[in-house]
């Protein structure tokens, strides 16, 4: 895993002034921590920051392919390609040479061969910028699912790239400037694609690559979901998806360096762990979850948690062999200013929805990347296999909205309590909201006489798989890569997501329980206890002092008459929330407000933004 930036400036040459690339590229040395490269050529500069996962000593970047000394193509690339060597096979039969084991050149030859066609034939997750040299033409290329990030700003005379915005804003004409659909965005979990928040950056779309030329800036999508009429039966069904699984799972250990999973104790990361064990052997797989201290005998059950995770990733990891550690937390870890400020550094937006997970995440992945460069990841199995209660709850179907944001979900994502109310009225969320969904909605392929019923729960899922899914996507990269942790997501391989998105809603729900396909297809993996238990979200602190803790700083900001986010405030009420008392239990959905407001003041002082509403 990677961090890449560059610039393409045809009426400028990008190559004498290196140190302009140099400082687009810095500020990703998280995410590659073992070496940079930078590639200067008229009209071009590319950066690169290494995390050596794959033939540590050949795969140094950007990567160049000559022919008799003639640059023919540049490769800055961030991500893993797990199909590489049957792709390196077909490459060498059609007659080309390599000089490293792994991925990046394979990539880069199969572009020479394939151009940006080579998207097609990927498995994997990427992001990559390839420069032809021939054709003085910049393609920018992102995996099917988003699982890696790709962000670009267009210039007068050619675009801005990196795989973080900070990259973007590092360089001279970088804008941070946010205009009123920037700012709903933050403040709404519509997850648009394409949208960056700042409002002269733009996002790859998952499946889409761009092209940048002298003639200008185009758009193009490789990859989509399509709607397919499904013929296998239940057997047949089941069966696919576990030989996927097994096949994915095998793909993704393939690293040179240490591995591990991160094991909750819930069917999806437990399904994972258990096909690594299988693949690699007992004893061969380490595996690691997250709790805060205190926490097995203060828990208590709330709306979505049901119990603790730690008793079951325990039993997990004694059924399958795994070598386990649990990663205990402390509260008051979560409050520290330095943690906080390395996640709003690693995220450039606040990242408010969520609250605490954000720092816990930080702290957990910390603390595995003592011991593994690499870990498989259950993510994105609920999106997938119709996991959260959303997809079950029949007024959450029939609503006229993201099935996220209605009764009994949506308090998980408010925050705007402490909003001034003027302010809310002129953002018009509510209509923001209803746009975002409709085009959303126009997007859905349809099956030919496929039931109503049917049809609306292929509207859910394509909801889940192209929106909700990009912020947990984009949580897990911007925590992991923070310090260097490559994260790989079997659940998000595209035959995967595929196949099953054409699995009616009848067939993925067979025995009447979330998820029945994935129970079906690894249930012989596990025991009963985590076969049959339900979905448990990330664990959240309860500690009150947390909360008290948030409360601490508000009142600090709302002491500060400079703080920039005192214009956005109702301030009679942070006042009120900033000294009421906390319950023996702290819950998330009642700090979102706190996390919203303190996160805004973070961001806009940090990153110095421009608002413009």
Known sequence: MCGIAGWVGYDHDPSVNSDTIRAMTRPLECRGPDSEGFWLDASVALGHRRLAVIDPAGGHQPMVAEDDDRVLAVLTFCGEIYNFRELRGELSARGHHFRTTGDTEVLLRGYLEWGAGVADRLNGMYAFGVWDVEREELVLVRDRMGVKPLYYSQTPDGVLFGSEPKSILAHPGGSRRVDADGLREVLDMVKTPEHAVFADMREVRPGHLVRVGRTGLR????????????????????????ALLDDTVRRQLIADVPLCTLLSGGLDSSAVTALAARALGRDQVRSFSVDFRGAGDSFQADAVRSAADAPFAWELSAFVGSRHTEVLLDSRELLDPAVRAAVLRATDIPP??????????????????????????????????????????????????????????????????????????????????AARYREALAEVPVL???????????????????????????????????????????????????????????LKTFDGREKSLLRAAAGDLLPESIRTRVKTPYPATQDPGYEQGLQRELAEVLADQDAPVRPLLDLDRARAVSSRSTGAVSRPYDRGSLEMALWLNRWLTTHQVALDL
Not at 231 to 240: F, S
Not at 463 to 488: I, Y
């Open 219 to 242: 758009i193009e999508r490789y990859w989509g979901l399509e709607a397919r009429e499904h013929t296998d039966d239940l057997d047949t069904t089941v069966g696919h998806i576990r």
């Open 352 to 433: 408010a929805f969520w609250g605490d997970m954000w720092p816990s995440l930080y702290l957990l992945f910390r603390a595995i990347r003592q011991h593994s460069t690499v870990a498989l990841s259950g993510e994105s199995a609920d999106e997938l296999f119709g996991g959260y209660r959303w997809f079950h709850n029949p007024g959450a179907v029939r609503a006229d909205t993201f099935p996220w944001l209605t009764s009994g979900s949506a308090r998980y994502f408010g925050g705007l309590r402490l909003l001034d109310p003027g302010l809310v009225e002129k953002l018009d969320l509510p209509g923001y909201r």
């Open 448 to 506: 030919p006489g496929e039931p109503a019923d049917e049809r609306r729960m292929r509207e859910i899922s394509y909801l889940n798989l192209t929106r909700f899914v990009q912020t947990l996507l984009d949580r897990k990269d911007r925590m992991s890569m923070a310090v260097g942790l490559e994260v790989r997501v079997p659940f998000c391989d595209h035959r995967l997501v595929d196949y099953v998105f054409n699995v009616p809603w009848q």
